[in-house]
C-alpha cells in the first residue's frame, strides 16, 4: 500500500496510552497503523508537571 504519511507526536502519560491506542485503531485507515511508546528518562521539572497536569483528568487526586 502507498499513501502519504505524516509524523504525530502525543505527549502523554503511560497509563493513558491505552485509550489512545484504542482510538487510534478506530481512527485511522491502516490495518495495523505505527504507535511507538518512547518514555521520558528525564526532563525539566516544569515541564513534567506541565505534562502530568495537562493529562490528569480533573477527578484524580494529586
Same mark, same amino acid.
Given at each position: ?8 507526536? %502525543?505527549?502523554?502519560?503511560?497509563? #493513558?496510552?491505552?485509550? %489512545? ?5 478506530? #481512527?485511522h ?5 505505527? #504507535?511507538?511508546? %518512547?518514555? %521520558? ?19 484524580e487526586?494529586?
Open positions: 500500500e502507498a499513501a502519504a504519511e505524516s509524523l504525530m507526536v %502525543i505527549k502523554t502519560r503511560a497509563n #493513558l496510552l491505552p485509550a %489512545i491506542e484504542s482510538r487510534l485503531r478506530d #481512527l485507515s491502516y490495518d495495523v497503523p505505527e #504507535l511507538v511508546a %518512547i518514555p %521520558i528518562a528525564q526532563g525539566a521539572q516544569p515541564y513534567l508537571e506541565w505534562l502530568y497536569a495537562s493529562t490528569s483528568d480533573s477527578q487526586s494529586s
